[in-house]
Nanobody, 121 residues
């Protein structure tokens, strides 16, 4: 019905940058909030940042000033620009849309498959 596909993960040295992208496709009428979560080995999944269709943003304290979330509503895309990366940012990053209004299926919560970000020298 609706798919989220992430891209842009990889290996980067401490202090480096990466940009994650997430594309939503399928029977979409509208998407309000879109966000990025991450899960490090042995840890619970946590919200990194989210953004509403109006552009209001929210960040976990540990990434404020380093990460920037943005979106293109016309393309149903959300991005996460990650700067000054630290080893503790290493995790699988997941795209999430908690409330997608769809054609024929009502409201759905959708997750991407995840993309691995490794910060290491």
């Amino acid at each position: 019905q609706v798919q989220l596909v992430e891209s842009g993960g990889g290996l980067v040295q401490p202090g480096g940058s990466l940009r994650l992208s997430c594309a939503a496709s399928g029977r979409i009428i509208s998407i309000n909030t879109m966000g990025w979560y991450r899960q490090a080995p042995g840890k619970q999944r946590e919200l990194v940042a989210d953004i509403t269709s109006d552009g209001a943003t929210n960040y976990v304290a540990s990434v404020k000033g380093r990460f920037t979330i943005s979106r293109d509503n016309a393309k149903n895309m959300v991005y996460l620009q990650m700067n000054s990366l630290k080893p503790e940012d290493t995790a699988v990053y997941y795209c999430n849309a908690p409330r997608v209004f769809t054609r024929g299926y009502g409201y759905l919560e959708v997750w991407g498959q995840g993309t691995l970000v490794t910060v290491s020298s």
